[in-house]
């Protein structure tokens, strides 16, 4: 019985080790996005960014991507 709990505990240990590490990987130079507004309509759907983006806290700190809009 203890034999079974501690292959049941390694096995869980070593599975959220592989979470971690493939989650580290999968997000490390991922580089932040300005989020956008998807809109469907009669089979055409449509992504816009937005016009300017300020952030919460610091409103007069704003990005103005000149691509997007």
Do not use: N
């Not at 292959?7 to 070593?14: N, P, Q, W």
């Not at 959220?16 to 932040?32: C, E, F, K, M, N």
């Not at 998807?38 to 983006?53: I, K």
């Amino acid at each position: 019985m203890k034999r079974v709990v501690a292959v049941l505990a390694t096995v869980a240990l070593l599975s959220s080790i592989a979470t971690g590490v493939l989650v580290w990987r999968l997000t490390r130079d991922h580089a932040p996005q300005l989020p956008e507004i998807s809109a469907y309509s009669q089979g055409h759907l449509a992504r816009v960014g937005p016009y300017r983006f300020c952030r919460v806290f610091d409103p007069t700190d704003c990005i103005v991507p000149a691509d997007q809009g």
